[in-house]
């Protein structure tokens, strides 16, 4: 022990020396000034000490700075614009500078990766970075403003409901129907979610998206990965940033329903269309029409009744940051609350039964210089968030806004008591949001984070250690305030004395009281050694890191031993670059992860890839023959990721069960014998691992004339191995009882491209540019754990993840002797005006054996956007278009399949518009809609390229337009710099499909729309 102790003390002197010897030289402090070539001052220079993290200065107003150092040190001049400058301190104390115009290119550009910051003309992976202010979006959610603005990633928003209208986004499409498809999200070097993060927040957004730049994270890199770093202080006086938003919220779609006279027309047509007896009579429209009898004969438009125009959001975000040598700060706060559309009659009690969202985001990031090499940076943020729903839920109040027609039923009888049909979704619309008490969601988020940068020059130049440690607590909980009244429904007969004859249909529900909550606690260390070498044309550079997670819910989990146990998570990874004369670049990476999922055995695996590059535009003779030429890179990358989550914890654990309806039977099918004892109630899987990703990446950046002219384009191929699935057919004989065996036996395969492209133009003091993002994949399985079929095309393999599969329809049968000359089709009673299917094994009948692939996926494959933005003196103004395309959907339900479901279920307006098969009007074959039935016709509602729709859209995303008021105004006011602007999201929409908003790839169209906003925003820096 006291060797030890010993040799430790030796160390920390050795330490303590060799930074003494370093520091002990010449103390001097310089002044002066920095100016551009007009001889102007410029505020605002950064000056810092070379090779001394974090040791710096700003110039004031006047372009005067101060700074302390140590003769024969470089100082380091750099200001946004303009070319950095470096000068070596030797007599003088007084050195001016001036900074010229910057000629920096899109080579110099500085991005972040995995492991660090580097050049962009260094990069031999697929990187994409994205200019934080070009994500506008006055949501809660920056998820909501990738679409068309971040290549290589395809997003769809399937919600506007307040709280839960963040977009899904998938990083070059979806690879695996096995495990999770979501990217892993790093901010600040740590797993954190991307919804709650305040965009004011954000310094660098970074998404990776091939094996050379994932393959550290191993068997978490699979889907890609979005980095973000957050904004840190800089050396200056305090500079406070505010900005305030007001948006009001609309909607882009609002499905349309006809009224209560064209709904009891086509209810009778729908009867005599099937040689059945009308259920309204000509007085019965005459009184619906008229409005006569509210009480039995209403006329409700229940869209209209209970959601309001619009909805008010207000947002406000402020931040602070300075600071000087020795320590820094960056802290900031934002509030968002988003109103919601339901029309809940306030009046009507003391609480708040609408949809809103309440979102309060902090943080503070703080560096301090502990000694010239050393650098100690702490992180502290989080959020707390306030869902407030209805009492009823949201499919609930959904199937019922759609589901209520506009004649049932009336708000409330004229003798007082609450019209209803009867529970959950049967119930009034009106009970269901104002009436059914309320819902509260909290969600309680603390980040904290701590990293130490070591510059370990004294044992060698270039060396230098990194470590992080993070540890996150996220709390759920959740509470629902139920009750409802009585409700009532009234017959079709009066009394002798007309008062209304009421049945009861739902007793009155007392107040009532339901919590949850749930939670989860995360642990991150991290530490890295850095290395870089320069040796004449030659560059070399390495980093070996180390990590450890763990991450344990903390909700209740008492009867689930498994849930209770930590997540754990080991990674050893690695990069090397090596780099040739500016032009040649060649990486190795890897990452060797073990997790405590697996089985002994199978806990380890590695991961490597290989790339890399050439800069064509830094050779001699391209220079001399087109020194337009800023870049023009070839790039291609190789390797294997993984992907590890799954929802089953440690599957290769068997469980057992002595539950009565299992046991064995020793008969047979029809003969059964069967006998309860112990079984298995889950079969271990000892040989279950992670889904193994193979990438391949050809990419080009390029970048010519001064780099007004520059962009990215890639291919991508990816083929995804041991998908982990059920095995859903496994004989009977087998003797298996409860859940399915799991295994790593499917296998996909996707490819696509991405790319991105900008131009810009200066004309005199007008600067213009145009930008556009494209993404576009397409995946297929090779593999699926399927029963043979004599029909291959009834099968997974061979067709794409998600895809939609159904019968081909060639139309309407257009007479009783076209049915009997049609092969038979094995779903009902057909007539002239119903759909004729497509016999595809042309066995004479139709089945589910003719169920072929039609159109594409649910979800998007292809994404674009394209944009304009241009500034003149103090006026700004930009346009996003983004559109998405190659996906489709089928449209089903009772609003679509009108009387499906009897009189429940309200009819879109699009089947009185587009034209329905109607007998002696219309017997179009081509008709949108077939012959109508009251209590349906199963022939009808099959899944076939009749109901497939094209959910391709393009949309104008975003206009921003604003005013900088010039610096005589606010140095008047006291403030640096104000803006005043407008900013309008989802304004305009294009689209064949015009039922409800074709994002939302909803099948049946009950789901919360989504917002078009109209925003009005000032943002002031003092």
């Not at 002994?600 to 220079?623: C, D, K, M, R």
């Not at 059964?672 to 193994?692: C, F, H, P």
């Not at 490819?751 to 600067?767: A, R, T, Y």
């Not at 307006?909 to 002696?920: F, K, M, N, Q, T």
Request: proline share 3%.
């Amino acid at each position: 022990m006291r060797k030890i102790v010993f040799i430790l003390m030796a160390i920390v002197g050795a330490v303590t020396c060799t930074c003494a010897q370093d520091t002990a030289t010449i103390a001097v402090t310089i002044t002066g000034t920095v100016i551009n070539e007009q001889k102007e001052p410029i505020p605002g220079v950064t000056v810092t000490i070379k090779d001394q993290p974090g040791l710096g200065i700003s110039t004031n107003e006047k372009g005067v700075y101060t700074i302390k150092a140590n003769k024969y040190q470089w100082l380091v001049f750099s200001h946004i614009g303009f070319g950095q400058q470096e000068i070596m301190i030797k007599d003088g104390l007084t050195i001016h500078v001036t900074l010229s115009a910057s000629g920096k290119k899109a080579m110099d550009e500085i991005i972040v990766t995995a492991l660090g910051r580097q050049k962009k003309a260094t990069v031999t992976g697929a990187i994409t970075t994205v200019d934080v202010s070009t994500l506008k979006t006055s949501t809660s959610s920056i998820t909501n403003a990738l679409a068309g603005n971040v290549s290589g990633v395809l997003a769809m928003q399937g919600s506007g409901q307040p709280g839960s209208n963040a977009s899904e986004f998938w990083i070059r499409g979806i690879s695996t129907f096995g495990a999770g498809t979501s990217a892993l999200v790093l901010v600040d070097g740590f797993e954190r979610s991307l919804n709650e993060i305040n965009i004011e927040d954000i310094e660098t957004f970074t998404v990776l998206k091939d094996a050379s730049t994932t393959a550290i994270y191993g068997s978490r890199g699979a889907n890609g990965v979005v980095l973000i770093t957050t904004k840190k202080g800089k050396t200056d006086k305090v500079s406070i940033n505010g900005k305030y938003e007001g948006s009001y919220n609309t909607r882009t779609f609002t499905p349309k329903f006809v009224d209560g006279y064209t709904y009891a027309s086509l209810m009778n047509e729908a009867r005599v269309t099937r040689n059945e007896e009308p259920f309204y009579s000509i007085e019965d429209l005459a009184l619906i029409r008229n409005q006569l009898d509210p009480d039995l004969f209403p006329d409700i438009s229940w869209m209209d009744m209970f959601l309001k125009r619009g909805a008010i959001t207000q947002r406000a975000a402020l931040n602070f940051d300075g600071g000087g040598s020795l320590a820094r700060y960056f802290v900031s706060g934002s509030y968002i609350n988003e109103g919601g559309m339901y029309e809940t009659g306030e009046n009507l009690k003391g609480y708040n039964t609408n949809a809103n969202y309440k979102r309060w985001n902090y943080r503070a990031n703080i560096d301090m210089n502990l000694t010239a090499t050393t650098l100690v940076r702490v992180g502290v943020s989080g959020s707390l968030g306030k869902q407030n729903l209805p009492g009823g839920t949201y499919e609930e109040i959904w199937a019922s806004l759609m589901g209520q027609n506009p004649i049932s039923i009336p708000i409330k009888y004229s003798t007082g008591q609450v019209a209803s049909r009867g529970g959950a979704e049967k119930q009034n619309p009106w009970v269901l949001i104002t009436q059914q008490g309320y819902i509260e969601n909290w969600q309680n988020k603390i980040q904290t984070n701590v990293t130490l940068e070591q510059n370990l020059k004294f044992i060698t130049p270039g060396l230098r250690f990194v470590g992080r440690f993070g540890y996150d607590n996220n709390n759920n909980n959740y509470i629902r305030r139920m009750k409802w009244p009585e409700g009532w429904i009234a017959e079709r007969q009066r009394e002798s004395n007309g008062d209304l004859r009421l049945k009861r249909t739902i007793t009155e529900q007392l107040l009532t009281q339901r919590s949850d909550a749930t939670g989860d606690r995360a642990e991150t260390f991290q530490g890295e050694l850095h290395y870089t070498k320069t040796i004449q044309s030659h560059s070399f550079g390495g980093i070996v890191q180390y990590t450890q997670e763990k991450k344990v819910n903390t909700s209740n989990y008492a009867e689930d031993l498994m849930q209770g146990i930590e997540r754990r998570n080991q990674r050893v990874a690695g990069r090397f670059t090596y780099g040739f004369r500016s032009r040649y670049f060649f990486d190795v990476n890897f990452g060797y992860n073990g997790s405590e999922n697996f089985a002994t055995g199978h806990q380890f695996g590695l991961f490597p890839a290989v790339s890399g590059a050439w800069n064509v535009a830094e050779e001699e003779f391209i220079q001399k023959k087109l020194p337009w030429m800023d870049m023009f890179k070839i790039r291609y990358s190789f390797g294997k990721v993984g992907n590890d989550y799954m929802p089953v914890r440690f599957p290769y654990l068997a469980s057992f069960s002595t539950n009565a309806e299992a046991g064995y039977n020793w008969g047979d099918l029809e003969s059964k014998n069967s006998y309860s004892g112990l079984t298995y109630s889950r079969v271990a899987s000892n040989s279950i691992t992670w889904e193994v990703s193979t990438k391949h990446d050809l990419g080009l950046d390029f970048s010519f004339f001064g780099d007004k002219f520059g962009g990215a384009l890639d291919y991508f191929h990816e083929q995804r191995d041991g998908i982990y699935m059920e095995r859903q057919f496994i004989a009977d004989i087998v003797g298996l009882k409860g859940q399915d065996p799991r295994a790593n036996v499917g296998s996909t395969v996707s490819s696509g491209f991405d790319g991105q492209v900008k131009f810009s133009q200066q004309i005199n003091k007008l600067n213009l540019s145009v930008r556009g993002t494209m993404t576009y994949s397409r995946n297929k399985i090779l593999e699926a754990d399927e029963q043979y079929s004599n029909y291959p095309y009834t099968t997974r393999a061979g067709f794409r993840v998600n895809q939609n599969k159904g019968l081909v329809a060639l139309g309407l049968f257009e007479s009783y002797e076209d049915i009997r000359n049609s092969p038979t089709q094995d779903f009902g009673r057909v007539a002239p005006g119903d759909i004729k299917y497509k016999d595809i094994n042309g066995d004479g009948t139709i089945n589910d054996n003719d169920i072929v692939a039609v159109g594409a996926t649910r979800y998007p494959n292809l994404v674009y956007g394209f944009g304009l933005s241009a500034n003149w003196k103090g006026f700004d103004a930009s346009v996003l278009f983004q559109g998405a395309g190659k996906s489709s959907f089928f449209i089903n339900g009772f609003t679509v399949y009108p009387f499906s479901q009897g009189d429940w279920g309200n009819i879109l307006s699009d089947v009185v518009e587009s034209g329905r098969w109607v007998l002696g009007e219309n017997e179009d074959p081509r008709a949108a809609y077939p012959r109508l039935s009251y209590n349906g016709s199963a022939n009808n509602y099959r899944a076939s390229t009749y109901w497939l729709r094209e959910s391709s859209y393009i949309r104008l995303k975003t206009v921003d337009a604003g005013y900088t008021f010039p610096k005589a105004i606010t140095n008047r006011m006291g403030v640096k710099t104000m803006r005043v602007y407008f900013l309008g999201t989802n304004l305009l929409t294009f689209s064949k499909f015009k039922m409800w908003d074709p994002e939302m790839n909803s099948t049946n169209g009950q789901a919360y729309p989504l917002a078009k906003t109209f925003t009005f925003g000032l943002t002031v820096n003092l």
